[in-house]
């Protein structure tokens, strides 16, 4: 009975000592080491990357800065650069937009390589397909960027109306109107948005005029989206709500705006609608025909052998 209360004691004992130790964090000084080591690698890797990405930037520019006007020329600087901005075009590595030169010397940089493989074709011949790729992709550069944008227009043109239907109320107000709590209020609901290309546009899109509105009035922060934006629909917008920030009374206007995206909304859904039928129905005979070629097969292997 004694030497059971003993050993009972000793465990009591223990469990008290090992509990202070946890309290005052002696168990956890070799977790606390692997993690700062841990720490200590990121930032280093997180260094190294930067490292590696500025001198590869430096590249790209020089590469480009010494072909001159012959890789970029001034207006097309200009066309990288509402690209860049557009697009939002990013070294990850710096956290920053990319310039126009590093852009544009990427591409030439990447033709340049490609070139290299020219004296391995007479070997081997394939190689050629890396050279006309690297070529292709530097003549087609600015044509891939605009697809882009002519791209992000049309999501704008289908899902602009979300938007503009929760900014009318507050338009007809006139000149007492504040945009920025309510594009605010859009762009979070974005999170909740199933289709992540559509998201990340709008979202975009919302981030840069909620910006401008942050840092200017509202009748020259609106205006200021066709800088960036400028499909038929954001400027016809950026028109009329200047004008209903500016106090005109135009709420016919902005109606009749309403009413016409709204129209333009049914007239995409009906496409849609039309183009997914079609697809539907080339699914359905694409069905068929794999059913009658199962059962043309199924048949003839049921055949006599005497008629092969």
């Known amino acids: 009975m ?23 964090g002696v168990f956890e000084r070799t977790k606390g080491v692997d993690e700062l080591n841990k720490d200590i690698k990121k930032r280093q890797k997180a260094q190294g990357d930067i490292a590696f990405e500025r001198k590869m930037l430096q590249l790209f520019e ?15 600087r200009a066309n990288y650069k509402f690209y860049i ?8 590595a710096l956290d920053r937009p990319m310039t126009p030169e590093e852009l544009k010397g990427r591409d030439l940089c990447l033709m340049l390589a490609s070139l290299v ?25 600015e044509n891939f960027l605009k697809q882009r944008v002519e791209d992000e227009d049309k999501i704008i043109e289908d899902h602009f109306i979300d938007l503009y239907l929760m900014l009318h109320p507050k338009l007809k107000k006139g000149s007492k109107a504040r945009l920025a709590p309510t594009v605010d209020t859009y762009v979070k609901s974005l999170d909740l948005t199933e289709d992540v290309e559509v998201a990340t546009v709008m979202k975009r899109f919302g981030m840069f005029l909620l910006n401008n509105l942050s840092l200017y009035e509202d009748h020259v922060a609106v205006p200021m989206l066709k800088d960036r934006y400028r499909s038929a629909t954001i400027v016809n917008f950026c028109n009329v709500a200047t004008q209903a ?4 009374d135009n709420e016919d206007i902005l109606l ?13 859904a009906t496409e849609l609608a039309e183009k997914r ?13 794999n059913l009658g070629i ?15």
Do not use: H
Not at 256 to 268: D, F, N, P, Q
């Open 2 to 24: 004694q030497s059971g209360l003993s050993i009972l004691l000793v465990i009591l004992t223990t469990f008290c000592v090992v509990r202070i130790l946890q309290y005052f």
């Open 62 to 76: 020089g590469v480009c800065r010494a072909f001159g006007t012959l890789a970029l020329s001034d207006d097309k």
């Open 85 to 92: 901005d557009r697009l939002d075009i990013r070294s990850d």
């Open 117 to 141: 493989f020219i004296p391995l074709a007479f070997v081997f011949p394939i190689v050629l397909v890396v050279t006309g790729l690297g070529v292709f992709n530097y003549v087609m550069g």
């Open 245 to 248: 920030l500016q106090g005109v």
């Open 256 to 268: 009749s705006t309403r009413m016409e995206l709204i129209r333009k909304k049914k007239v995409r």
């Open 277 to 289: 039928a079609e697809m539907a129905q080339r699914a359905v005979i694409l069905i068929f025909v």
């Open 294 to 308: 199962f059962v043309v097969l199924s048949w003839i292997s049921k055949l006599p052998t005497f008629f092969f």
